[in-house]
């Protein structure tokens, strides 16, 4: 220990003027695991924080009851609200059907068409599920965390480093439905999704949902070939690829090739080599033997070894891998959209990258945290690739209810539905983008998901309660967003109020 002159704390983005008391501090040759130190638990009964208050918080059975009543008696449809289609198209445009969805431009706008022929804008929310956002990990060594465990049908030993997990959410969903509650719990996320004008089941969400063809989907593909140790370039070098590439799609096609609820196919999510072309040709030529390094020195060898020759090389390997993608989906499934790679930065999609995007999917996917995105940049996304647009991932979060602050954070719970509102309205009085998906349906789990990630982003909270102020600007912006895509309205101009603090400081580690 004697290398070591000085502990450091920082906090990324407080709320007000922090500060941070140290009560104790232990050094250890062995790491001695998790201890809490907190005078009393983290969590409460319901799977809520303990160590917070805040409106309409649940502090009985009885209360939680009456809430999920009061929800249960309302009436829904979706049709009435939002003059949506069996599939979620809008009524008041109709074109030629083909049994699918597909798009089109129409006067200079892009949109989606539904199988029976009407305009669609992709109002989605990732991860839809019955229930999420409430487990604890590694419970074993969390127990005075807790206020109080979850039956014991509500723990799970696991092989991986979760440990044991306790479900809390699952424990909700039982308290409101009984056991074997999907059907119960289904009809309800469904209804939501009628009464928020979500016509779309977006990426990661729960596969007896989509196949209850009531809700448009989209789902990922998972192909063979997409290497973690190449940052997730595509590998078409890899010994038995074709045969490695028609099993890892058919898991995906094969119950779905026939079904018109499926939007399309994401190929992956977001690739970490764009922008790091250099990087990856230095981890193929150092790392082991292997038909991607073969290729890779041969290609340098006969084009001269510089950094634009390497960025080719990784250029050329993505074409060639989406390529082959393209060829196997229509192989097994032409009837579907092919909606791309849902990149993270589409800031560092060039013009080159977009070109060889625009000859094989059918649309551009990108995940975009911000205020709004950009119409510039989606003027030039558009204009280099010639494709519409679909927004992947986006979230507003505060940290009003004990959790950690989102990747994009606002000052409370009023203002999550302000930005959403924001976002999404001024996202599509762009001409060319036709699909959006919060991040996500549930909140994160408190104490963190197997990342660490405890987000305030959900539609919907621990105990199975949506969040009014959220629910309520979806709903509103789905009542606009025809209009607004069409020209006809203008998009809401309210910006949500950000905490003070959130700029990062300088890092000074």
């Known amino acids: 220990m004697t290398g070591v002159d000085s502990l450091g704390a920082r906090m990324r983005a407080p709320i007000g003027d922090q500060t941070f008391e140290i009560r104790n501090i232990e050094l250890a040759v062995n790491d001695p695991g998790d201890t809490y130190l907190g005078e009393i638990p983290a969590l409460d009964e319901f799977g809520q924080s303990n160590l917070v208050d805040y409106p309409n918080k649940i502090h009985s059975s009885n209360q939680l009851q009456k809430a999920w009543h009061a929800e249960e008696q309302e009436k829904v449809s979706a049709e009435k609200l ?27 706008r892009w949109w989606f068409v539904d199988p029976e022929g009407y305009l669609f804008l992709s109002v989605g929310v990732d991860c839809v599920y019955n229930s999420g956002g409430g487990s604890v990990r590694n419970v074993e060594h969390r127990e005075n965390m807790l206020k109080q465990l979850p039956p014991e049908k509500f ?71 997409a290497d973690a140790s190449l940052m997730g370039l595509g590998n078409i070098y890899e010994e038995n690829f074709h045969e490695k590439l028609e099993r890892s799609m058919r898991h995906t096609i094969d119950p779905n090739r026939d079904n018109p609820w499926l939007i399309g ?48 090389f990784v250029y050329d390997t993505f074409r060639r891998y989406i390529e082959e993608l393209k ?23 060039n ?26 940049m989606m003027d030039r996304v558009l204009a280099e690739s010639g494709r ?83 629910t309520k600007a979806m709903m509103d912006s789905a009542k606009r967003l025809y209009a607004v895509h069409s020209g006809k309205e203008l998009p809401y101009s309210e910006k949500p109020v950000r905490p003070r603090g959130h700029d990062h400081g300088p890092d000074e580690w």
Not at 88 to 95: D, E, L, S
Not at 409 to 438: C, F, M, W
């Open 82 to 108: 939002y003059g949506y289609s069996k599939y979620g198209g809008y009524k008041a445009h109709r074109i030629k059907g083909t049994g699918f969805f597909r798009t089109e431009c129409i006067d200079g």
């Open 155 to 225: 723990i799970h030993k696991t092989d991986s480093r979760n440990g044991t997990i306790a479900y809390y959410d699952a424990w909700n969903l039982e308290r409101r439905y009984g056991e074997d509650n999907f059907t119960k719990a289904a009809e309800t996320t469904i209804k939501r999704m009628d009464k928020w004008g979500v016509n779309t089941i977006g990426n990661w969400s729960d596969k007896r949902l989509e196949q209850l063809n009531r809700k448009a989907f989209m789902c990922t593909l998972y192909p063979a070939g």
């Open 265 to 312: 196919y994401f190929m992956g999510n977001e690739p970490v080599w764009v922008g790091q072309e250099q990087r990856v040709c230095k981890l193929i030529i150092d790392g082991p033997e292997r038909g991607i390094k073969t290729a890779l020195i041969k290609y340098l060898t006969q084009n001269g070894d510089t950094p634009e020759t390497r960025k080719a």
């Open 327 to 349: 060829a196997m989906q229509m192989k097994l499934d032409p009837n579907h959209l092919n909606l791309g790679y849902r990149f993270g930065d589409i800031h560092a999609v």
């Open 351 to 376: 013009g080159k990258l977009l070109d060889i995007c625009s000859k094989v999917f059918d649309v551009i996917s990108f995940n975009c945290y911000a205020l709004a995105p950009d119409s510039k």
């Open 388 to 470: 519409p647009m679909i927004i992947g991932e986006f979230h507003f979060g505060t940290v009003d209810r004990g959790q950690g602050q989102s990747l994009w954070q606002v000052d409370s719970q009023k203002e999550r539905g302000i930005a959403y509102r924001y976002y999404v309205e001024n996202g599509y009085a762009h001409p060319g983008l036709i699909g959006t998906a919060y991040f996500t349906w549930y909140d994160q789990d408190i104490l963190g998901r197997m990342d660490g990630e405890n987000y305030n982003c959900g539609c919907i909270d621990v105990t199975d309660r949506p969040y009014k102020e959220q």
